[in-house]
């Protein structure tokens, strides 16, 4: 009888247990920041890979906040497309663990339909503003687009990260759920091709006999690292140790004026992504412009859905 | 004492009961095809909303084969665009449920790539071949592309699907997660706004006093039905009642040809989504074109990974 009675016990408290970290794991809204463990590396398998995050999602996984943070910083204005890139670069973020958005607008008041749409995703984020100065928007010729943004997001992270990763993941682009799982373990910069870029069709680093031993890209100007915003990420604490490390107003030598300002840093100290670079987990997709919508005709469709339709259109 | 044994079986019972339903969800991953109940309305709130399916997604949400199923097909074509397009689209297609991705490639061989993809997913797919008949590929001036694709794509439904809602979606069209929710319980054809079409910015059913009242569309021509490819979704039983209905290679006409073939049917007959066409939840996005890459050089690189990356790139 006493044993049937310890059994059932055991078996409840187990269940317990159970159900316990079913609403641990429920309940981390919260963004915790942990200290990824020395030589923790990129798991493979059925926790991180995409076939895991499909419809059935199991509910004993590990719990996210033991994952690096991963701060992704991207730029953005307003023009016809921009609710539907932020839409589209949303759900690939949706499906990452242990996520954090830094949406940071080039605009002087902050868009309320981005506002909402970072809401709705039910992503960790900060909607933040950083247009970009009058002395660079006047100027004639290539425009420094980005650059405040970024800075922005930098400053955001060296006042409230203490570890993980950041990237740069530009609204426009297209993003392998893979590159996330890889980059979240980067100790100082990592890097990875980026397809679509120049003629060549990709930019990367070259890598022979499994070593860095160049870079591969369509432009490279006399830059020391000649590669795309969208091919590199870096530690937080990497970027704690270097207070002056900010990326230049210098159209086209952004990602290289930010690299060099990192330094120490040589490219001898990349971490090779992707599989040793073979493999494309990012493309530096462009989408088409549109011109701003035509006037509607009031006197012909004022009471009609029309008018609230023109109101988010662009 | 018999007390404390009753009341230890019930809550072993109970918790059996809630890890049993939770392993029901785990375990369904094949596809069912339910018939929705009269009256079954798209619900709101938690279970659908898109903050819902957040990294922190419930255990106990209604098992997804209750939906009704979801066909979405796609026609895609090789260029340097296509692995990048379809990523960011499986990414949308990996937050909605009950879902059935149909692939079809304008081609006489299946892009191994393609299909890895779609396998890496983890998305309930279909991946067929439709290649574009010599006779049009011939043709000068715009050609009906992708109609090879759709109509493959409607007859896999008729030989395999019985209930639920097909809809085509373009490999870089961009889809709010709101729409799979409403198109869903699509009864016969239901439509909505499409954003970024013609100088006019969107194409959308004109609503007045909550009726349908005519078609607002940047290019009118005479069509009965001027709406986007993106702009409808149909019914699977509506479309098996009218084994004719198929879609023209009519460069221009696609969609108002194969709207017309589902008769009977009048515009007036439109079930009408996004609140009564007041929002925008699809846009007509379309990514810049690249060329094709340029060769690599062999000489210089025939021992690092550029040789890898080249076998992947268009």
């Known amino acids: ?10 078996v409840i408290l187990y269940q317990y247990q159970l159900s316990n970290a079913w609403l641990i ?3 981390s809204q919260e963004f915790h920041v942990l200290s990824p463990k020395t ?3 990129p798991r493979s398998g059925s926790l991180f890979n995409a076939s895991s995050i499909s419809n059935t999602t199991p509910c004993f996984q590990e719990p996210e906040d033991l994952l690096p943070p991963l701060y992704v910083i991207t730029p953005t204005y307003r023009r016809p497309e921009q609710l539907a890139e932020l839409t589209r670069l949303s759900h690939t973020l949706m ?5 954090f958005w830094i949406v940071v607008e080039d605009a002087t ?3 309320h339909l981005v506002a909402e749409l970072l809401k709705k995703t039910g992503l ?3 909607h933040l503003l950083a247009p970009m100065p009058e002395l660079y928007r006047k100027k004639k010729g290539p425009k420094p687009r980005g650059v405040s943004n970024r800075n922005r997001g930098l400053q955001w992270i060296r006042q409230n990260a203490k570890t993980g990763v950041f990237y740069f993941a530009d609204d426009d682009n ?8 890889e980059i979240r373990y980067t100790k100082r910069v990592s890097m990875f091709p980026v397809g679509l870029i120049t003629k060549l069709g990709v930019s990367s680093p070259i890598v022979r006999n499994g070593r860095f031993s160049g870079f591969y890209d369509g432009w490279v100007a006399g830059r020391k690292f000649p590669v795309d915003m969208a091919g590199f990420a870096v530690a ?3 970027l704690l140790q270097r207070p002056k490390a900010l990326m230049p107003f210098r159209p086209g030598f952004e990602e290289d004026g930010f690299l060099k300002s990192l330094e120490p840093f040589e490219p001898q100290d990349i971490e090779l992504l992707a599989s040793n670079c073979t493999k494309i987990l990012v493309w530096h997709t462009q989408t088409k412009k549109n011109e701003p919508s035509q006037p509607l005709d009031l006197a012909k469709y004022n009471s009609t859905n029309l008018v609230m339709l023109k109101q988010i259109l662009v």
């Open 109 to 111: 008041n902050k868009n």
């Open 39 to 41: 030589g923790d590396k």
């Open 124 to 126: 960790k984020h900060e």
């Open 174 to 181: 297209t993003y392998d759920l893979q590159l996330f799982t």
């Open 236 to 238: 937080v604490e990497f």
């Open 1 to 10: 009888m006493y044993l049937i009675i310890f059994i059932s016990a055991s």
């Open 95 to 99: 499906l990452v663990k242990n996520v």
């Open 25 to 27: 794991s429920q309940n």
